[in-house]
Structure formats: C-alpha cells, structure tokens
C-alpha cells in the first residue's frame, strides 16, 4: 500500500522513550492495514473531490469533548495513504473520550493537488471544524493537532499558517487555531527534505508540493514551516529511533531551528520504533504521543 522508500544532537536534549518489551521485528504496512478497519461516526463533505472529507470520531456522552485535529500522511500523494490509515488511533482516541476531526486533502496526485491546493483543502478541511462543532459536540477552542509523516508537516503549517503573508494564496483571516501540535516522524522542513534523498519520499515530490523554482518569488516562504517560525504554539515531534523512512536528522534539526526562534520544541524518541509503529494504537510509540496529548488538553 505504502511505497516509502543518529544520535540526536546534543543541545536538543531529547527525550528518549524506551520500548517496553523485548527487540522484535519492526511492524510493516501490512501489520497495521490488513487488521479490521474501525468507522468513524460521520463524514463531512467540505468540496466537491472525494478526498476533500473529513471523518468524525465521536465518544460517547454529551460533550463537548476534547479534540485533536488529525491529517494522514503518504508523501502528500493521494495514491499513497488517505485519511483511513489513521483509523485505528483515532479509535483508540475515540474510547478514550477524545474526538478526532480526521481530514483529508488533495495529494499531489490529484487534480487540483499541489499548490495551492492541497494546502487550501487542509486549510478549508482544518476551519470547517468551527462550522461543525456544535453538532457533533466538539471543543474548537482549544484544539490538538496531530500528523503523520507528510502529514506531521500538514499539522504544524497548520499550527503556523497564521504567520502566513496576506498577499499569499495561503492566507486566511481567521484560521482555526491550534493550541498544541504534534508530528509524528514528521518532514517539517521541506527544504531540508527537498536536499535529502535518503527520505522515503524522495525530492521530487516536494516540486509537486510546493510548485517549480521560479513559480513564485519564494515558493517555500509560505509552505515550510521553518519559515514561518516562531508559531507561537507548543510542539512535540514524536520519532522512531529506527525509522527507515524519515531520517532522524528531520527532527532534531527542526527542534533546533523552532527553539532557536523561540518556540517550544521538544523531541520524542522512542526506540525499537520504526515508521508504522508511531499510528499503531499497542506501540510504545503511541503511548508517548497519547500521554502527550492529555497533557496538551490539560493545560
């Protein structure tokens, strides 16, 4: 399904989360897709394209309840991954008492994907919570957000994307604000990425993504999230120490980079974790991002 292709710097004082259980094989695609598939309770439409969706994880009671903001990852490649392959934490979340807002977007791969689409369809599929809100019992004040791989990149530009210039195609008057945001094995630099072949999703990508040098005067000033720091907002980056996928190098070095500016950063490294354990409910992995989530609501 997924075609996805060390120590941490010292000033960046990782935290280093130990894996419970003895070394064992690392999970594969497979492990995780090929398990029975929870439903979410709704889906919103928010555009025409059937990828501009968002699915509804609603626990029982009446609310409002706490919510995270979720965005999938695949390389931003539609083709990749869509929005199903977090099911099975936003679940977990969902028995837990906690709501997921699951969007999806456009890849690149699709028409109308790239830029600026696909960060307008996660821009439009982000602000639609507010509209919802009320009628699934959702608390839009003080919302988590929470990516995978390309989609760790998607949750924090989200967090960021008040920073963005009004003279943007990006810009929005009043985005829905993020509180708290959390990526897991996360690209957050796209330049960095874009100069970094050993990344599963390999550089191409990234001119699909943002649009060919010359396109525009700056084609990452409003779509890597350095660029936009400081955010002002909280973040996590949960990595796995053994992720094959994402070079560990993409977190350390955007930690530093956000601290450096004067955001608070932390970095989450979590051993005998590759790329897949990080949105599989039983792992050491998201035990991490689920602790960091409850501490993110309780503040």
Known sequence: MLRFALAAAA??????????DAPKPLLTWPDLTERAKPAPDATVDYGTDPYQKV??????????????????????????????????IADDLRKDGIAVWNIDYRGVDRPGGGYPGTFTDAAAAADALKANARKYHLNSKHVVAVGHSAGGHLALWLAGRGKIARTSPLYTRSPLKIAHAISLGGL???EATAASPDNGCGVEVVGKLVGAPGSRHDVYADTSVPRLLPIGVAQDLVNGQDDKIIPLR?????????????????LHIVEQTGHVELVAPETAAWATTKRLIRAAFAK
Not at 255 to 262: F, S
Request: with cysteine; aromatic share 8%; proline share 8%.
């Open 250 to 266: 993409m977190g350390t070095d955007y930690v530093a980079a956000a601290r450096a500016k004067g955001d608070s950063a932390e």
């Open 188 to 190: 957050p630099d796209l």
């Open 55 to 88: 699915d509804v994880w609603v626990p029982q009671g009446k609310g409002p309840f706490p919510t995270v903001l979720m965005v999938h990852g695949g390389c931003w490649t539609t083709s990749i991954a869509d929005r199903s392959l977090m099911n099975w």
């Open 11 to 20: 000033l960046l004082t990782p935290v280093a989360v130990a894996a419970q």
